[in-house]
Nanobody, 122 residues
């Protein structure tokens, strides 16, 4: 099995920053893409940012220029640096990872963390 554990959420004021981390552990041979999603109050879960194993990134338009996704492949960890936070960024933030569990795997399994709460409020 594979576990994803997020950390770094909290309560901040508008304009401040937070850095989220998500560490994957367990039966992992190789991780393909890793990503951050969020679900705000009364909203559907949405993609925030995704990063490939080679470091290519994509962002939601609402966070471009403010958020940066990165990863440490040696640690199976993905990060989300969030700057200039706004009240509308308030949400439960989830990470996910597409994992190949053996060198013989031809398809990956997608795993999710339990979420970490980010609240932006004055």
């Amino acid at each position: 099995q594979v576990q994803l554990v997020e950390s770094g959420g909290g309560l901040v004021q508008p304009g401040e920053s937070l850095r989220l981390s998500c560490a994957a552990s367990g039966n992992i041979f190789r991780i393909n893409a890793m990503g951050w999603y969020r679900q705000g109050p009364g909203k559907e879960r949405e993609l925030v940012a995704v990063i490939s194993s080679g470091g290519n990134t994509n962002y939601a338009d609402s966070v471009k220029g403010r958020f940066t996704i990165s990863r440490d492949n040696a640690k199976n960890t993905v990060y989300l640096q969030m700057n200039m936070l706004k009240p509308e960024d308030t949400a439960l933030y989830y990470c996910n990872a597409n994992v190949f569990r053996s060198p013989y795997s031809t398809v990956f399994n997608t795993y999710w963390g339990q979420g970490t709460q980010v609240t932006v409020s004055s």
